[in-house]
């Protein structure tokens, strides 16, 4: 069964509008998540490291003040798309990690979030 | 800078066996990764390699040589389902995850 649950599976909103994306994992404690956005036909692009009780990490060109991201519980990040536009449709997807188990264990994804911008 | 190469994409038919290459030049090794993306969904974890060799899992088989900095993924008894992309995954020093592009696997009937 899933062990990363994503939500909402699709969007579809208005230019300008904010868009709330919620990442939880299900059966374990998760101090890191991931956030990544892929464009179609393209790989996965990581966009930010979600840690649970500070700041994200943001990757280079990624910003910070557009994508917001929270980590206020050991099971739950949300990334929030301030002002969205067209260009920012893509696929969204999180992933989390099961540190208990060791370092090297795998991530578990979420189902992604389609955001449709119009 | 920290690199993962893999064909972009291949062809093969159903029935048959497939290999997909993976060489990488990262910052450390802490193991690597193959998932499997269909189009339009999210990855799913197929297999874990931290030392060289070959780890069986059913139809599917991955292998790994830490001094080559490669690895591939076996794919036998091809079936139609098994059309995705298969990407490659480094975990590195700072145990952060460096993702290949990703190998588009077509299968023909």
């Known amino acids: ?118 | 800078g920290q690199n993962i190469d893999q064909p972009t994409e291949m062809t093969a038919t159903e029935g048959a066996i497939v290999q997909i290459n993976c060489t990488y030049q990262t910052s450390g090794f802490n193991g690597l990764f193959w998932y499997q993306q269909h189009a339009g969904e999210a990855p799913t974890f197929l297999s874990y390699n931290v030392l060289d060799g070959l780890e069986e899992k059913g139809r599917f088989s991955s292998f790994l040589s830490r001094s080559k900095g490669y690895s591939y993924l076996l794919l036998k008894e091809l079936q139609m389902k098994d059309s995705a992309s298969y990407l490659c995954a480094v975990l590195d020093s700072n145990y952060q995850l460096i993702w290949g592009a990703g190998t588009k696997l077509i299968i023909k009937p």
């Open chain 1, 1 to 118: 069964g899933a062990v990363v649950s994503q939500h909402p599976s699709w969007v579809i909103c208005k230019s300008g509008t904010s868009v709330k994306i919620e990442c939880r994992s299900l059966d374990f404690q998760a101090t890191t998540m991931f956030w990544y956005r892929q464009f179609p036909k393209q790989s996965l692009m990581l966009m930010a490291t979600s840690n649970e009780g500070s700041k994200a990490t943001y990757e280079q060109g990624v910003e910070k003040d557009k994508f917001l991201i929270n980590h206020a519980s050991l099971t739950l990040s949300t990334l929030t798309v301030t002002s969205a536009h067209p260009e920012d449709s893509s696929f969204y997807i999180c992933s989390a990690r099961d540190h208990r188990k060791g370092d090297g264990q795998p991530q578990h994804f979420g189902d992604g979030t389609r955001l449709s911008i119009l």
